[in-house]
């Protein structure tokens, strides 16, 4: 019987799933999603987790209770300490397995082996053999299996940089059609951190409500590294942590490249690094004055009505604007 591996359906996931199934796979584990974000997913994250969490800490505690209660044998939480050298995960990231474990009442094996490749690649032969051992597998058999799933992330990534979205991109590595990407010439970025974005039920459809309004979308990471770069080039001083360089670095490249009529940008409520990079993409596109900006705060008692009347406006200003120039 192949060991059942749950994987939450929160924070990396929405960058490292298809590598993370692929891997796992490869060592001979069954590997169970937890089920999309609901409002019971949440309220259960809130009731475990502590109240000074960001919302999205919250709710991966939920996922993590989904995944208890669906008696995997055992939940991959890798601990994320970087993924990419010379730069950091956010903190929280770091001290999440121990928080699920002091936290969750009936849990099973967690494999919460760290990656940290802050200051070598090599560190993913440890983090690669470590994970093997929970399948008895050996540290040839782990690295390779590891190597062979990594043309399936090099898919998933380009899939994204053409537009799609991690759940699309997820759907067309499963073999569907990929879905055709609307064309329209109203276009608006939302920048946000993964796991606030692209959750349907934390975001409140934001990105459909906008496709549905006839605006495509694009987000930071529909964009390469190289454009990335481009547009932290602006700032200062070195961005250190991964995800908020990616959506400061994407916000810029759009906003100077005249490529979106808009940019929303939507922060967690207790997020530091949000409350930092957030202001930061808001003062460089103030400045400048060229694109509506929106700011959108999420937490758990976030209401849909407000969100939704705040869009209503900003889209009318988009398309007046658009016409005025
Ligand atoms: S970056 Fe912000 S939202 Fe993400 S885990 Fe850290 S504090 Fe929470």
Redesign the pocket.
Known sequence: MPIRVGIPRA?LYYYYFPLWQDFLQRLGAEVVVSDLTTKGILTRGVEHCVDE?????KLAFGHVKNLVDKKVDAIFLPRMVSVAQGEY?????LG?PDMVKQNVPGLPTVIDTAINVRKKQQDIHRFTREVGVHFNKGAVKSWLAYQRSLPIHIRYTKLLEQGHLPDEAVAVLAGKKPKALAETDLKVAVIG?P??IYDPFISMNLISRLRKSGVKVITADNLTEQMVSQGVKRLPKKLF?T??RRMTGGALTLHDTNAVDGIIHV??F?????SMTGELIERFIRRDRKVPFMNINLDEHTGEAGVVTRLEAFLDMVRWRRQAV
């Open positions: 924070l969490a960001c919302l999205p800490i995960i956010c903190p929280k990231f999440f951190h796991y606030n942590w995800l908020s922060a967690a207790a997020c530091g690094p949000d």
